[in-house]
C-alpha cells in the first residue's frame, strides 16, 4: 500500500479551508484517511497552518510521499527538515541535541520573519487608511469650498434683489408723486 501526504478540502464554496492527511494512494481526495496531520486555512493572511512536526516526520520515515503542495507545506514548517536531520542522526553525523539545536535555530528564524511579515501587512493596512482618510478629508474640504462661493453668491443675490425692490419702490413712488402732481395742474 502506498501512502500519500496530502490535502483533503473541507469549507464552503469559495472559502477553502484543508486537512493535511496521510491516506492510502488509491482512496478519494476526500475519502477514507489513515491520519490527520494538520489544517492549512489559505484564507487568512499569511496562511494558517498547523501541522504535527512529529507525525508528519513519522509518515515521511515510513515511506509516505507528500504531493506537491505538501511537500511546500511541510517544507514550510520544518518537518522535510526534521526528517533531513533525523537522517543525518540515524547515520551518526550528528548528535540527537545538535539536531534538536538545528531545528529550535531554524524555527525560531521562520517565526521571525513570519511575524516581520505580518508586521509589514499591518502596517500597510495602516498606511492605506490613513491614505483614504487624507483623501475623504481633502474632497470634504473641496466640496465646503466649492459649496461656500454659492452661498456668497446667495447672499448678494438677495441683497442684488433687495436693492432692486428699493430702488422699483421709489421708482414707482416718484411715478405716482409725478402723475399726482401732473393731474393736480390740470
Excluded: C
Excluded at 490613513?130 to 465646503?144: H, I, M, S, T
Amino acid at each position: 500500500m502506498s501512502v500519500k501526504i496530502r490535502l483533503q478540502r473541507h469549507g464552503k464554496k469559495g472559502k477553502p479551508y484543508y486537512w493535511i492527511i496521510a491516506a492510502d494512494a488509491r482512496s478519494k481526495r476526500d475519502g477514507k484517511y489513515l491520519e490527520k496531520i494538520g489544517a492549512y486555512n489559505p484564507n487568512t493572511n499569511p496562511a494558517t497552518i498547523e501541522l504535527d512536526v512529529d507525525s508528519a516526520v513519522k509518515w515521511l520515515q515510513n515511506g509516505a510521499q507528500p504531493t506537491d503542495t505538501a511537500k511546500a507545506i511541510l517544507s514550510y514548517k520544518g518537518a522535510l527538515l526534521k526528517n533531513h536531520l533525523a537522517g543525518g542522526v540515524r547515520k551518526g553525523a550528528l548528535t540527537e541535541e545538535q539536531a534538536e539545536a538545528k531545528f529550535t535555530a531554524w524555527l525560531e528564524e521562520k517565526a521571525g520573519k513570519v511575524g516581520a511579515k505580518a508586521e509589514g501587512l499591518a502596517k500597510a493596512d495602516a498606511d492605506a487608511k490613513a491614505k483614504a482618510l487624507e483623501a475623504e478629508k481633502a474632497v470634504n474640504e473641496a466640496r465646503v469650498a466649492a459649496a461656500a462661493p454659492v452661498e456668497d453668491a446667495t447672499e448678494e443675490a438677495v441683497e442684488a434683489e433687495t436693492t432692486t425692490e428699493e430702488v422699483v419702490e421709489e421708482t414707482t413712488e416718484e411715478a405716482a408723486n409725478a402723475k399726482e402732481a401732473s393731474n393736480e395742474e390740470e
